[in-house]
């Protein structure tokens, strides 16, 4: 499983820790019993949580790439969650995540509102997306479907 973070401006992936309102923390786009597992925020759910890969994406209006990292800290708050995070270096060009809806069982809006969410993914079966050098300098492009990548 990994998090899923969409924020609306890229300033809040310039600024560490960030902060989320509770009521779009775990509470949309997320599968019933991962919500009742992890939105209770409870020790064991934190812990859980931050084992969990991150994808740090912005609204698509930014049209910005996709950071991957983990988060370090959880601080739950009155009205927000304080989320510290690191990033590993890798990320996924933003045209390549606009293809990747499938793959993150993404809805039809999702990419349109600031949420954070839990879906249903390995990191392993999203590394083909990652942006790497192809030799010329420029990053990959997404994977065709039903391509192999090694």
């Known amino acids: ?50 084992k969990m890969p991150c994808l740090f994406a912005c609204e698509d209006c930014e049209h910005q790439d996709v950071y991957i990292g983990y988060i370090t800290d ?19 060009r933003f045209d390549v995540f606009q293809t990747m809806e499938d793959i993150l069982d993404m809805g039809p809006w999702e990419h349109y509102r600031t949420h954070w969410t839990i879906k249903d993914v390995e990191l392993s079966e999203m590394e083909p997306y990652f942006a790497k050098e192809n030799g010329k300098g420029e990053p990959k492009s997404a994977p065709s479907k039903g391509a192999v990548t090694p």
């Open 1 to 50: 499983m990994i998090n899923l973070f969409i924020a609306a401006t890229r300033e809040t992936w310039e600024s560490n820790p960030t902060i989320f309102y509770k009521d779009r923390a775990l509470t949309e786009y997320i599968q019933p019993e991962f919500k009742a597992k992890y939105g209770t925020f409870s020790p064991e759910a934190i812990a859980a949580i931050k």
């Open 74 to 92: 959880i601080s739950v708050r009155s009205n927000n969650i304080k989320i510290g995070y690191r990033l590993t270096g890798d990320y996924i």
